[in-house]
């Protein structure tokens, strides 16, 4: 890409989208582009919000590759023998594994309790109490926080190790990613603190020391890139396979619909474009991107900004028709 159209990228970026922190664009396995914002640098990772439930995907394929987890059809109480099923309760004892990955789980509210959970001294606990109700399985019911969480205890249950120490041994150490240890959140104060600390790095954990699976980790863009990248090798890394390319398939194809938002299709925690592509999506705007057809990895790191502007209509629009050639 010449210096023209870098600097068109660079100045579009700080008018129109002036909380991002880095930006990594890959093609055909190379890196073209790679700029930071922000007072940010190459070193300092971000909280990804809701990208953390796509790489969480990715620990659950891994964990079935290696026969921790049957299948995404184990139903979730397998893994929580103790739960008591109250009379009012049965439609908890028929949703599965694949249910909370594909956003097809009812839970017992309209809208989620952000502030019960997050206050919750045993997230797990109350996310079973929430898990259920009179809504249907199979109809589509997006899960920020409580219920996505289930899928970092079931991980924990099957593999009998935390979810960092999985993870930093079947993917991150693999990929030369570095999540180095737990981050602890003793109150709001302390959870809003680390979210603009651009030193912060690591995976928040809940006070049962579980870490968070539907947000709380923090990557830097490169390594946000090499979550693409893994994704677009069908799962190969350094001529080794880390995830199996049947889970990178199933992963990413449709198995549930988010008609209140735009009909947009959804595999397990990815979110589905159109036919040749598919992103992790996080708030404020954090996304990997993966374009199968044109070879293509894009990955936006960003500040929180409530209602930031559409990274996919930026990439559709923007970025991507400077790679055609």
């Given amino acids: 890409m010449n ?135 199979g109809e589509f019911n997006y899960s920020a926080v409580g219920g996505t969480h289930l899928l970092s205890g079931i991980l924990a249950k099957a593999t009998g190790r935390s979810i960092l120490d999985f993870a930093t041994e079947k993917l991150f150490s693999p990929l030369g990613i570095n999540v180095p240890s737990n981050i602890v959140l003793r109150n709001k104060e302390e959870h809003f603190a680390v979210m603009s600390d651009k030193n912060t790095s690591g995976w928040a954990v809940d006070p049962k020391g579980l870490n968070t699976a539907g947000w709380g980790l923090f990557l830097t863009p490169v390594e946000m890139a090499k979550i693409g990248q893994l994704y677009l090798n069908n799962g190969v890394w350094n001529d080794k396979q880390i995830v199996s390319a049947e889970w990178m398939s199933e992963s990413t194809r449709e198995h549930s619909c988010c008609v209140q938002w735009g009909n947009l299709a959804y595999g397990y925690l990815w979110w589905l474009i159109d036919e040749n592509s598919y992103a992790a999506m996080g708030d404020g705007g954090n996304i990997i991107y993966v374009n199968t057809k044109n070879q293509m990895v894009i990955s936006i790191a960003s500040l929180f900004i409530p209602e930031a502007k559409d990274r996919i209509e930026f990439i559709k629009g923007y970025i991507e028709p400077m790679f055609e050639i």
Avoid: C
């Fill in 3 to 137: 210096q023209e159209k870098i600097k068109e990228l660079d100045k579009i970026i700080n008018k129109d989208y002036s909380n991002i922190t880095g930006l990594v664009i890959q093609k055909n396995g190379t890196k073209v582009y790679e700029n930071y914002f922000n007072e940010y640098t190459v070193d300092n990772p971000i909280h990804i919000y809701s990208v953390t439930k796509s790489i969480v995907s990715t620990l659950i394929g891994i964990a079935i590759d290696e026969g921790d987890i049957k299948s995404v059809d184990q139903r979730v109480l397998d893994f929580f023998p103790y739960y008591t099923v109250n009379a009012g309760k049965k439609t908890i004892q028929e949703i599965t594994i694949k249910n909370l990955l594909t956003m097809t789980a009812p839970y017992k509210y309209k809208t989620e309790p952000y502030e019960k959970f997050f206050a919750s001294q045993n997230p797990i606990q109350d996310a079973l109490d929430l898990l259920g109700g009179d809504g249907s399985i």
